[in-house]
């Protein structure tokens, strides 16, 4: 029985629709039919075909790993938590189950983690397979396109929940559409003062339609010890959340902080990234790494924001059918989106 996929075809840009074989399930995996997918940044990177996805991705693969979609059929039973018709979401980071980490349930801390449409067949296609042990469960309160998005929402709730932000003042740089999350989700738990720095117009724009109470700066124009005079703050940022992968917007994150602040780094910083290390040092600052969700602790905590109030609906700036998926990566490329959906189902 074939399929329709999107696919890298060969070691060069762009991406291609083909008819593929719908895949055959092993022992642990669930065929699941994809009803919405959401374009990722690496996706974006497959597409470009950058130096990272000449590194990692074997042509012919299908690419996607952010998606919503139905089980139709189960090999194996998973603790009898999933059944045929249930709609599920998944974790996007398949791990060994045997290292260290994993065995003692830190398993988004396996150093042998696989991505889902970068290291195996992903899922832009109307069916993918997926390991019973990554599916996530949609609660039916949460509208079903939501949970094509959890993926980043997962990024930016483990940055942003990494530390305690009730009552403090949290300096974002980068709004793009994980910034804009990270966001939203600090206002939702109580922060005080959310100052989100780009250095683009439009996604400053769409920060503010998500999450009015932000205070979005552009840095080109503004600097960030006149914005922390205007809003009251006298000693710095508590809490600094890098998401631009920006060294320049970095910097100034160490130039913001309060003594004793804590960073938490999502955004991907080059391999020439400089820093003074005696700001880190005089400023007794904390630096922590971030990848991926928590597994599956960060899905469980998305689950409640969104089911107690937190709205990040604004952030899907697009939707298409996937045969026009070319239309959204444009979007995407153009730098003028949030995310942009691609539909399997009508
Ligand atoms: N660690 C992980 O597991 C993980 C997972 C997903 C994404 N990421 C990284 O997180 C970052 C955010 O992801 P995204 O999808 O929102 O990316 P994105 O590229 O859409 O957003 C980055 C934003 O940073 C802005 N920016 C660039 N220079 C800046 C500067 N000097 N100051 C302030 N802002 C600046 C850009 O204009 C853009 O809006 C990216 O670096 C991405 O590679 C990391
Ligand atoms: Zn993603
Ligand atoms: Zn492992």
């Not at 696919?7 to 065929?31: H, M, N, R, T, Y």
């Not at 045929?84 to 801390?109: F, K, P, Q, W, Y």
């Not at 390991?131 to 039916?140: A, R």
């Not at 006149?226 to 130039?255: P, R, Y």
Request: net charge neutral; charged share 20%; hydrophobic share 40%.
């Amino acid at each position: 029985m074939k399929m329709d996929a999107i696919i890298k075809p060969s070691a060069q840009a762009g991406l291609e629709l083909v008819q593929k074989d719908i895949p055959i399930l092993s022992d642990g995996e669930a065929l699941v039919k994809i009803h919405h997918s959401a374009i990722c940044g690496t996706d974006v990177h497959i597409y470009n075909w950058d130096e990272w996805s000449q590194k990692t991705i074997k042509p012919g693969m299908t690419i996607g790993h952010e998606f919503v979609g139905e089980i139709v059929e189960i090999k194996g039973a998973f603790n009898n938590a999933f059944k045929v018709g249930d709609i599920v979401s998944a974790e996007g980071h398949v791990t060994c189950g045997v290292c260290r980490n994993c065995r003692a349930g830190r398993r988004h801390l396996c150093p042998n983690t696989k991505g889902i449409g970068v290291n195996r067949d992903g899922i832009f296609a109307q069916y993918a397979s997926v390991p019973t042990s990554n599916l996530w469960l949609c609660d039916k309160s949460i509208p079903k396109k939501m949970y094509a998005i959890f993926d980043p929402l997962g990024n930016a709730a483990h940055t942003a929940l990494k530390y305690n932000m009730v009552g403090e003042d949290v300096l974002i740089t980068g709004a793009g559409p994980i910034g804009i999350m990270a966001a939203a989700i600090c206002r939702h738990v109580g922060a005080k003062n959310v100052v989100l720095t780009d250095i683009s117009d439009y996604r400053l724009e769409l920060a503010k339609k998500v999450c009015p109470s932000v205070v979005a700066v552009n840095t080109l124009n503004k600097r960030l010890k006149d914005i922390q005079k205007e809003i009251g703050m006298l000693e710095g940022f508590d809490i600094g959340l890098e998401m631009s992968g920006s060294n320049i917007a970095f910097n100034e994150m160490l130039d913001n902080m309060i003594m004793g602040g804590k960073i938490a780094m999502l955004g991907l910083q080059g391999p020439n990234t400089k820093i003074d290390w005696n700001k880190v040092i005089f400023g007794m600052l904390t630096i922590k790494g971030i990848y991926g969700r928590e597994v599956f602790e960060t899905w469980h905590k998305m689950t409640a924001m969104l089911k107690s109030g937190l709205d990040i609906s604004a952030i899907i700036t697009g939707e298409y059918d996937y045969h026009d998926f070319e239309k959204g990566f444009e979007a995407m490329n153009s730098g003028k989106s949030g995310k942009i959906i691609l539909n399997w189902v009508k």
